[in-house]
């Protein structure tokens, strides 16, 4: 789809709807010139061209109240009229991209570079080789018949290169695939509720066809465009299109157009499909950001360098046609969502302080063999530098050079970045086994840093299986749901009908799925508990709904999180109207002025009366736990007609039927859950918006609190009043004073979530910046999933909308996964340490041995090709080997590590010098004295063309021995004893370990000239595991020396507060405005850089129709990228936020020039 251009897209489409404009009354092009209207005029042109909107479902052959008979042979050739709700994804990176880019490693190039110069000169023979005037320096690395096997080393340099490139490649690939499997999964899950033949039922939301009649509630991210058949209280956020952050109200005669791609931000309707797929607002602006794809890439390349935010990825509509198209295309490893993931950053700051290292020890090297070479020619020798023989010497520097880099090599630790991919990789698959579906790679690693967790309480902490368990109904606190024959008759038949009209009609009891279980409660839980009440009082709500459908409700008030009630308006067959509300106790008492008595009839109900039913009866039920839900109605008359609109004056003067207890009970599991996450210094807090008293006897119920310890349990206002000064602005300080102790926020609304999760996170009380992880369920928690460190949304009772702004979804909602997902975290931290360990003490080790070995015998112990089997074999089978260590349960005991500490601990140190000096010992132990031990010929000095050493072949094989045996002692990193404590667990890890010691006895016997290697006898291969077994006995030794002796030891990888605070962050507090308004104006913001750069992007694919140049374009983008970081988010620049495409199709674009081809 790619490429098509938009003359082509129009001439297709045309033909083939003058084919088809038989079958159905309307065209694919009238709809789509249809859903580019807004407002009145949409309204108007229905009427002009349809009559109503009865009219457009008559053509598109459908029902409004039954919809589709949903038969094959008409879903077929809908789609193929209509097409397929789906967006085409961008091609991923094929193999050889992929290959291409793992070439750019600079260590490689190098490598590459020295292997092609050596692989040259082994070709090349110099004249008067053997002039003797030029002298016959045994010059560094020219034995072992380098003549005739010269050209082994560059070639074996190269293979090694090209193993890793095919390595590095393999894992970008299968990384690859992996997150593209991972979003066809997201996808797959992501249903929509439609109306098939007379059934409401739920389909991916790729099956999704023009014609359909879907409902839409809140929460919901519209899957297509539509148009609204019946709605109630509809409010939709469309910034995502329009940059325009307040919600829209939607109603079938004032602005009936649905978009794809919005947000529904409140109440509930129906509306009728009218373009799907790429024919949708959202996906003609795919399809014309497609027709630039080449070109946006050579844009984006430019972008970047000029401006590192336009690599901030956007994902508004992750999802929003089930072809997922942004999403799909996004498998560019994700650029992190904050900023740089801790480990990364850590590492880099390591890998190139290793570097450095390295680096410096391979130029000394050279420098010394330079010296030496020329002192004792040119000095000693006191010979003179001729001309012809100026080949031989240059011959001699590329050798030294060789030597070098080889050190380089060994020097820089590259497999770190692999172990770092394969840590990642594996616990992100293994985390979907614990109900963990990880969105960003990096949300995984920082889950081992968190402090603290700020958790929702229904569904997360509770079942989320609301029962009533008592009610006060007629002056009578029942304890039980009382007998339906001890309420009044009057006070019976209000309550039932305010129950079954006032709630969403999609919720329902359904039977159970098998015999003797629960009833399936499907929908709001808060309403399936009261219609379970309805239930138990022996009573159908069914029956009641069929006489008042939906679309002959009158006028409903639906829940938001700023109500924290529901209200239904119905007409009486005498024309009066009477209003059913429902909502959180407190609040609705407050609207009181009558309570229903023992027989039923309303009696005055005064502040103090309403005073004393709070203590009598609703903080008793809270404090059992229970969440208070008052049941009120009020009768209207019909002349005159109230201003429904003055939603004050409606919500009033109330008389109150009923108040029942509903008990959500907590997860029997997550009491120990919680004591695992304090034991892991993990703060738990509950961030609720129940009663201050449900929420407090839940907590206590959880472990969250204890009595009698020293914390804080408030509500939204108390922390609201605390943290704001007399301007009504939050200051950091005041925050400071009550996070500490907080443990319940109750009656929170979703800012002071947001004002929450900030706040700690910007606290610089203690040394360690706090990690938050947040959960969240609704809509309007978006801005504290974004804000916080790491976001869980629900996979069940999550929204949409929560789920996009989230980076790992609990597809169980259950609090356990969380405290798995810190147990991958720590596990992916301590796997590469261990890796560090082990691959610092190889690096250490042989660094110095080829350094001192070059300096002293001219040669290296070690040869290019061995060195390169150590540092590949052991770095890549190591990464494996370690980084697939399956976590346990002591990874819980201890404290979270903190984001600056260091990567390298002190024990870490203490084993990897210790190691390192038993290895060194050993290894120039055998090189000066070996032959004397073994009574062989020594290796040294050995004359030109010799066949390789016995000698030097000890030397290799026994460092390989005591890597295989340390790799062992490199398990644990904590100082245990027990190294061999669950290595069994480890498959991976055993035959890995078998696998490099029977490659080693290949190399060894049968490796020859390539590897230099003599074969040995049993005796003295007994010897060489023997001599790698004393790792094992003096791994025990260094365990047993305490670290705090060793003070003089150094801790490395580390990050400071600077290095941590990315530029954005720091300019971040300028540019942030108090969250109070910020909650108000986050679409605009969210979405404004979006809008800047879809209007850019628009432009670039107008400027390259048109050949001018787009650097114009590329300085707005630069200017705009760096506005508002705190609203950072994820996805490839090529599928950026759908923005105001229309508005600038009208031309508002940002040259002030229209944009004709964007009228479709």
Not at 744 to 750: D, F, G, I, T
Not at 1048 to 1077: C, R, S, W, Y
Request: proline letters at 5%.
């Amino acid at each position: 789809m790619g490429d098509i251009s938009n003359s082509d897209l129009y001439g297709k489409n045309q033909r083939n709807d003058e084919k088809r404009v038989g079958e159905f009354g309307c065209t694919l092009l009238e709809l789509r010139s249809l859903m580019e209207l807004r407002g009145t005029e949409a309204v108007v042109k229905i009427q002009e061209d349809y009559g109503d909107t009865e009219g457009i479902c008559r053509r598109l052959k459908t029902s409004p109240t039954e919809g589709l008979s949903g038969q094959a042979a008409d879903i077929e050739k809908r789609t193929e009229v209509y097409g397929q709700n789906f967006i085409p994804p961008k091609k991923p990176k094929t193999f050889l991209q992929l290959v291409w880019e793992a070439l750019q490693d600079v260590t490689l190039i190098i490598l590459e570079i020295a292997a092609i110069i050596s692989l040259g000169l082994s070709f090349y023979q110099p004249p008067g080789q053997n002039n003797e005037v030029c002298g016959s320096v045994a010059a560094g690395a020219e034995d072992e018949g380098e003549s005739q096997a010269g050209w082994i080393e560059g070639a074996a340099i190269l293979l090694s290169v090209a193993c890793v490139v095919l390595v590095t490649a393999f894992n970008d690939w299968s990384k690859e695939k992996q997150f593209r499997g991972l979003q066809s999964r997201i996808e797959q899950e992501q249903k929509f509720t439609v109306v098939r033949g007379g059934q409401v039922v739920q389909i991916p939301v790729a099956e999704i066809i023009v014609g359909d009649i879907a409902q839409v509630k809140y929460g919901d991210l519209l899957p297509a465009d539509g148009i609204l058949l019946q709605g109630n209280d509809l409010k939709i956020d469309e910034s995502s299109l329009t940059g325009e952050s307040d919600h829209v109200r939607k109603s079938v005669d004032k602005d009936p157009m649905l978009l794809s791609g919005t947000h529904v931000m409140e109440g509930s309707g129906r509306m009728l499909v009218t373009a799907v797929g790429v024919n949708s607002q959202t996906g003609i602006i795919f399809t014309l950001l497609g027709a630039g794809s080449e070109e946006e890439e050579k844009k984006e390349k430019k972008a970047k360098k000029q401006d590192g935010a336009a690599a901030m990825e956007m994902q508004p509509l992750k999802s929003a046609e089930g072809g997922d198209g942004d999403d799909k295309g996004k498998k560019k490893a994700s650029t992190p969502k904050k900023e740089k993931s801790v480990l990364q950053g850590k590492l880099t700051k390591l890998a190139v302080q290793i570097g450095k290292a390295g680096l410096i020890m391979s130029a000394i090297t050279v420098i010394i063999l330079v010296l030496y070479f020329s002192i004792d020619n040119f000095v000693i020798q006191k010979r003179q530098w001729l001309p012809e023989c100026t080949p031989i010497y240059i011959q001699y520097f590329v050798k030294f050079f060789i030597i070098g880099v080889t050190v380089l090599v060994v020097a820089v630790p590259e497999g770190l970045p692999l172990a770092v991919t394969i840590s990642l990789a594996y616990s992100v698959k293994k985390m979907m086994k614990d109900n963990n579906l990880v969105r960003h790679l990096d949300a995984c690693e920082t889950m081992g840093n968190a402090t603290a967790i700020c958790s929702d309480k229904t569904g997360t902490l509770t079942t989320n299986r609301m029962t009533a368990v008592q009610a006060y109904i007629g002056d009578v606190h029942y304890k039980d749901i009382p007998d339906p024959e001890a309420i009044p008759a009057k006070t019976l038949d209000l309550l039932i009908h305010a129950i079954a009209i006032n709630s969403a009609y999609t919720t329902k009891i359904l039977p159970p799925d098998k015999e003797g279980g629960l009833p399936k409660q499907v929908g709001n839980k808060t309403e399936c508990g009261l219609l379970g009440l309805v239930l138990d009082l022996k009573r159908d709500y069914q029956p009641i709904r069929d006489m008042l459908p939906e679309e002959k409700l009158y006028k409903v008030y639906t829940f938001n999180s700023v109500r924290k009630s529901m209200s239904t308006v119905t007409k009486l067959p005498d024309g009066s109207f009477r209003m059913y509300s429902k909502g959180a106790s407190e609040i609705i008492l407050k609207k009181c002025s009558r309570i229903l008595n023992a027989v039923g009839e309303p009696r005055i109900f005064r502040p103090r009366d309403r005073d004393e039913m709070v203590k009598k009866v609703i903080e008793p039920m809270a404090c059992d736990g229970l969440r208070t839900i008052c049941v009120a109605y009020r009768d209207f008359p019909a002349n005159p007609e109230p201003d429904w609109d003055k939603e004050n004056d409606i919500l009033t003067d109330l008389s109150c039927i009923c108040v029942v207890g509903i008990e959500d009970p907590v997860r029997p599991e997550v009491p120990e859950a919680i004591r695992k996450c304090q034991r892991a210094g993990i703060t738990v807090r509950m961030v609720t918006g129940d009663n201050i008293n449900t929420a407090r006897a839940i907590a206590i119920k959880c472990g969250i609190i204890h009595p009698g310890e020293d914390f804080l349990c408030i509500d939204g206002k108390e922390f609201n009043r605390r943290i704001r000064n007399e301007k009504g602005e939050v200051e950091q300080e005041r925050i400071d004073k009550i996070w500490p102790k907080l443990r319940v926020l109750a009656r929170s609304s979703p800012t002071d979530k947001h004002t929450l999760v900030k706040g700690i996170i910007d606290s610089t009380m203690s040394d360690q910046r706090q990690v938050v992880a947040v959960t969240g369920d609704g809509t309007n928690d978006g801005p504290a999933l974004k804000k916080a460190d790491v976001g869980f949304a629900m996979g069940i009772a999550g929204t949409d909308v929560a789920k996009e702004a989230s980076d790992i979804i609990l597809t169980d909602d259950n609090f356990t996964s969380i405290v798995k997902a810190v147990m991958w975290g720590r596990n992916v931290y301590d796997s590469i340490s261990k890796f560090l360990q082990f691959q610092l003490t190889v690096n250490v080790v042989a660094v110095i041995v080829a350094f001192t070995g070059a300096c002293i015998t001219q040669d290296s112990p070690l040869k290019a090709v061995q060195m390169l089997w150590v540092n590949l074999i052991m770095d890549t089978f190591a990464s494996l080997a370690l980084a697939t260590e399956p976590p346990t349960e002591s990874l819980l005991m201890r404290k979270p590590y903190g984001r600056n500490k260091p990567l390298i601990s002190r024990t870490m140190m203490k084993n990897i010098l210790g190691h390192g000096v038993y290895q060194l010992i050993t290894i120039f132990t055998l090189l000066f004295a070996g032959e004397k031990v073994f009574n062989i010929d020594s290796g040294r000095n050995a004359p030109l063309h010799s066949p390789p050493s016995e000698h030097y072949t000890i030397i290799f094989n026994t460092f390989v021995m005591m890597q295989l045996f340390n790799e062992i002692n490199a398990r644990k990193i904590h100082g245990e004893r027990n190294v061999f404590d669950g290595i069994f667990r480890n498959p991976i890890f055993c035959g890995i370990v078998l696998g490099t010691l029977g490659i080693q006895i290949i190399i060894v016997q049968f490796g020859g000239k390539p590897f230099s290697c003599s074969p040995l006898d049993i005796d003295k291969w007994l010897w060489c595991i023997f001599l790698g077994l004393g790792e094992l006995v003096w791994g025990q030794v260094i365990t047993t020396i305490p670290t705090s002796r060793l003070k003089f030891l150094k801790e490395a990888g580390q990050l400071t507060q600077k290095d941590e605070m990315p530029e954005e962050e720091l300019n971040e507090d300028v540019e942030e405005i108090d969250h109070a308004e910020r909650e108000l104006r986050r679409g605009q913001i969210l979405w404004f850089r979006g809008l800047n750069r879809i209007q850019t992007q628009i432009q670039v694919v107008n400027t390259f129709k048109s050949g001018a140049s787009f650097q114009g374009a590329l300085r707005r983008q630069s200017s705009s990228g760096s506005q508002h970081p705190d609203v950072a988010h994820n996805c490839s620049p090529n599928h950026v936020s759908l923005s105001n495409a229309l508005s600038t199709a009208a031309g508002c674009h940002p040259c002030g020039q229209g944009l004709p081809q964007l009228s479709l």
